[in-house]
């Protein structure tokens, strides 16, 4: 494991990127619509998981099918990358209750995000933080997005429908 | 044929964990099930790739069978064990369960040697039991903080 290969455009770029969504998390759950400590930390924890999940599956490994930074194997600066799904997986869930997400709307809140995230892959790319590799196109995320979120979106259902999302002070 | 076994034990979990009496929360078992995948991913990919202490194969349906294990058998393990634990009258049943549960995760690993899915180099048996031990301890003692977080935000409403 290395802290990083070459600090540089990339890793500052990933730490601007981690600095601001974090700033939107913190102000976020200071509103009084902010999600109950528990669902927070679940959402938190999601974001993470899934994140961690695909990129040692699909990004690393047999197929790897792209890297992260500068290297295949594990830096530090890769921690700070996954630390960034985190604040997005609060954000699914915090809008998703806010908005009051229902059948009618599910396929839209799920569309967005889908080609909201092919989107900001397209950025993290073209910063340099993740390079494709083995013929893999960004395109080939967006059913991979839509699967994701359709599945969280699911289990955003279930859940609402054994715990109260919202803090409720 | 090591595929076949290690994709039962997967199916076999699952439905243990669908059918059985549940004694955490929906959310707490979806924490401690995403808790003992975020450890166990990093811990198999430092082990593996970083230090090179063992190897997957990669021959396309071992390799798959070492990612089921690693992302379905492992983490709905620990999470059966956790909900058993909610009934255990003492803290000897408690160590009794757990023994039970790092035992089927260490036939499972076993039988990924014995079919060639792995290949330990540096790393061997004991230190694997060390490890489940220790995931066991570390994703139990993030519960019962994650339970307490429901307590406090009732407290501070």
Redesign the interface.
């Known amino acids: 494991?290395k802290l990083w290969e070459d600090f540089g455009g990339n890793e500052l770029f990933l730490l601007l990127t981690a600095a601001a969504a974090y700033l939107v998390y913190f102000l976020l759950i200071r509103r009084p619509d902010k999600l109950?400590?528990?669902?927070r930390?679940?959402s938190l924890?999601?974001g993470?998981?899934i994140g961690?999940?695909y990129d040692?599956?699909i990004g690393?490994?047999?197929t790897d099918f792209y890297k992260i930074n500068d290297l295949n194997?594990?830096e530090v600066t890769d921690v700070l990358y996954y630390l960034l799904f985190a604040p997005f997986g609060y954000f699914f869930f915090y809008f998703y209750e806010k908005m009051k997400i229902g059948k009618k709307t599910f396929i839209i809140y799920v569309l967005v995000w889908a080609l909201s995230g092919v989107f900001f892959q397209w950025v993290l790319t073209a910063a340099g933080i993740i390079t494709l590799q083995k013929e893999y196109r960004i395109a080939h995320s967006f059913p991979i997005f839509l699967l994701t979120q359709t599945l969280t979106g699911v289990?955003i259902q279930?859940?609402k429908s054994?715990?109260q999302l919202s803090?409720?002070? | 044929m090591g595929f076949v076994l290690i994709v039962f034990l997967a199916w076999l979990m699952l439905m243990l964990f669908t059918s059985m009496n549940k004694n955490l929360?929906?959310?707490e078992n979806?924490?401690v099930y995403?808790?003992a995948?975020?450890i166990n991913?990093?811990f198999t990919?430092?082990v593996y790739?970083?230090l090179n202490m063992a190897k997957?194969s990669?021959q396309?349906l071992d390799?798959s069978a070492f990612?089921i294990h690693r992302?379905i058998t492992l983490p709905l393990t620990v999470a059966i064990t956790l909900n058993l634990f909610r009934t255990a009258p003492s803290f000897g049943s408690k160590i009794f369960k757990t023994i039970l549960s790092v035992l089927f995760l260490v036939l499972a690993v076993v039988i990924a040697l014995y079919f060639d899915i792995v290949d330990y180099r540096k790393w061997n048996i004991g230190y694997e039991i060390i490890y489940l031990f220790l995931l066991h301890l570390v994703v139990q003692s993030l519960l019962k903080y994650?339970g307490q977080?429901?307590t406090?935000?009732v407290n501070?409403?």
């Open positions: 494991m109950a400590k528990q669902i930390i679940l924890l999601w993470m998981s961690i999940l040692f599956t690393g490994g047999r194997n594990y289990y279930v859940l054994k715990e803090a409720g002070e | 929360t929906f959310i979806t924490f995403l808790v995948l975020v991913i990093n990919w430092i790739e970083e997957i990669q396309i390799n990612l992302s994650f977080l429901k406090k935000g501070e409403a």
